[in-house]
């Protein structure tokens, strides 16, 4: 079965403070990892889509890299409106196979 | 663009009530899939569409209905509203499966 965990389920930053969330997966032949932002109150809104091990994308103060069995999000110098929740879902290479997500992280960035 | 519509985006209903969530995408995206969000339970997928004419189960099906008539078009249908339906509804389209998901703003549903 494919699950896809993410750490920590909640993280307090202070403003300017980098760190780093965390998605692990296991999947039968990963097609895609996607990254994802939800404000409270909306709908989960794209980040990055990353493909193969070793590949990175990068969007102002984010930063996604991918290897065989994890992905980082990496948030430098953080302000606070990047306080949202982030969501990683995996594309499984079987058929049909639809997003499994993970539950996702919970960011506060206090200035 | 719209991208992704849902209507309505509050509902209460009474237990026994049945009703529809709307879900309308103008992207001519083939893949189009119904989640709940609940809280510390993640997404979870409750129907989804390949195209026009297909549907299939996700991971909590029971208490809806989903039909695709159309490739716009994919509606969430409550038969019997149970107190557990009370979540927040997020309708979603892809233009293919290894590609990114656009979501709509949700649904936020009560069932009393």
Not at chain 1, 17 to 39: A, P
Not at chain 2, 40 to 49: A, D, E, N, Q, V
Not at chain 2, 95 to 110: H, M, V
Request: aromatic share 10%; glycine share 8%; proline share 5%.
């Amino acid at each position: 079965e494919d699950q896809v965990t993410q750490s920590p389920e909640a993280l307090r930053l202070q403003e300017g403070e980098s760190s780093s969330l965390n998605c692990s997966y296991t999947v039968s032949g990963l097609r895609g990892l996607f990254w994802y932002r939800q404000d409270p109150g909306k709908g989960p809104e794209f980040l990055f889509t990353l493909y193969s091990a070793g590949e990175e994308k990068e969007k102002e103060r984010l930063k996604a890299t991918l290897t065989k069995k994890e992905s980082f999000l990496h948030i430098t110098a953080p302000k606070p409106e990047d306080s949202a929740t982030y969501l990683c879902a995996v594309q499984a290479g079987s058929g049909n196979t639809p997003l499994v997500f993970g539950k996702g992280t919970r960011l506060s960035v206090i200035a | 663009n719209a991208g992704v519509t849902q209507t309505p985006k509050f509902q209460v209903l009474k237990t026994g009530q049945s009703m529809t969530l709307q879900c309308a995408q103008d992207m001519n995206h083939e893949y189009m899939s119904w989640y709940r969000q609940d809280p510390g339970m993640g997404l979870r997928l409750i129907h989804y569409s390949v195209g026009a004419g297909i549907t299939d189960q996700g991971e909590v099906p029971n208490g809806y209905n989903v039909s695709r008539s159309t490739t716009e078009d994919f509606p969430l249908r409550l038969l019997s509203a149970a107190p557990s339906q009370t979540s927040v509804y997020f309708c979603a389209s892809r233009r293919r499966l290894n590609t990114e998901a656009f979501f709509g703003q949700g649904t936020r549903l009560t069932v009393v």
